[in-house]
Nanobody
Framework: QVQLVESGGGLVQAGGSLRLSCAAS????????MGWFRQAPGKEREFVAT????????YYADSVKGRFTISRDNAKNTVYLQMNSLKPEDTAVYYC?????????????????WGQGTQVTVSS
């Protein structure tokens, strides 16, 4: 059984930083790409960032490019999302997910396992 557990969310002021973590188990972590998505109240889930299985390639949504950094530690079966210069519009539940493939993926349907989500709230 694949499990993804996110942590690191919370309340932060605009301009601040947070680091999300996602610990994976039940699958050979280093075989698959990973991604972060988010969902704000009343909105659809949207892509945030993705990283290839070995970390060589990353890709970001335009809305977070230059502010967020995705990384992974395959020895720890963990993927991270460093979020800097946070804005109120970054407020959402953030989900990590494991892709069906080794290469980066930006579409939610290409991910087959999801975490329960962690709340990020950015105050103005």
């Amino acid at each position: 059984q694949v499990q993804l557990v996110e942590s690191g969310g919370g309340l932060v002021q605009a301009g601040g930083s947070l680091r999300l973590s996602c610990a994976a188990s039940g699958r050979t972590f280093s075989t698959y790409a990973m991604g972060w998505f988010r969902q704000a109240p009343g909105k659809e889930r949207e892509f945030v960032a993705t990283i290839s299985r070995n970390g060589a390639r990353t890709y970001y949504a335009d809305s977070v490019k230059g502010r967020f950094t995705i990384s992974r530690d395959n020895a720890k079966n963990t993927v991270y999302l460093q979020m800097n210069s946070l804005k109120p519009e970054d407020t959402a539940v953030y989900y990590c997910a494991t892709a069906r493939y080794a290469t980066i993926q930006v579409v939610a349907s290409e991910y087959d396992y999801w975490g329960q989500g962690t709340q990020v709230t950015v105050s103005s």
